[in-house]
């Protein structure tokens, strides 16, 4: 074989490496850790369904009203959004970070939606420094644990889907 077989052999085997596709699920390349100091390295827009919702949660009508802000007026900027798989890759799931005045000294508020055939469903909202997304299940759901420091302690719940919304599994572990 001369040296231009070679050198073209080369560049289709590399060119197969770098163009082939991943053999790695969307799962196993989603973030499944969020917390106040961490980055959220796929973010998606806030979807106007799920907007809707959080401009009708009390807290955030709450701190709307404090910041003399419209209650259908959610600033872009008070949330981060990415979308997780809880159940499987063909479903899209959503983890809302609360940013600026949705947040605490340390902590800030997590909601999870699921997008269902009847619309987007909120199954969860934590207060917390961290907010994780397991990979066992229950009721087909990926189980939850959020994660909460003060002065004094710091802390765990756990939360597993009992088919509607998730549930604390026990009282939180403090360390």
């Not at 987007?120 to 939850?144: E, H, P, W």
């Amino acid at each position: 074989m001369n040296l231009c077989h070679l050198l073209l052999a080369f560049t289709l085997l590399t060119q197969n490496q770098v163009f082939s596709t991943s053999t790695e699920s969307p799962l196993s390349q989603e973030q499944s850790y969020f917390s106040t100091e961490g980055e959220v390295t796929h973010k998606v827009a806030l979807p106007l369904s799920i907007r809707q919702l959080l401009e009708r949660d009390s807290f955030v009508q709450e701190t709307l009203d404090s910041e003399s802000l419209p209650r259908t007026s959610l600033p872009d900027d008070w949330t981060l959004c990415s979308i997780v798989h809880l159940a499987n890759e063909r479903e899209r799931d959503y983890v809302v970070i609360g940013q600026s005045f949705l947040t605490g000294a340390h902590a800030t508020h997590y909601w999870v939606y699921r997008e269902t055939p009847q619309g987007m469903r909120l199954v969860l909202t934590a207060f917390a420094d961290s907010l994780s997304i397991g990979k066992q299940k229950t009721n087909g759901l990926r189980n939850i644990a959020a994660v909460y420091y003060t002065a004094v302690t710091d802390g765990t719940i756990r939360y597993t889907f009992d088919g509607t919304t998730y549930q604390t599994k026990r009282p939180p572990q403090y360390r």
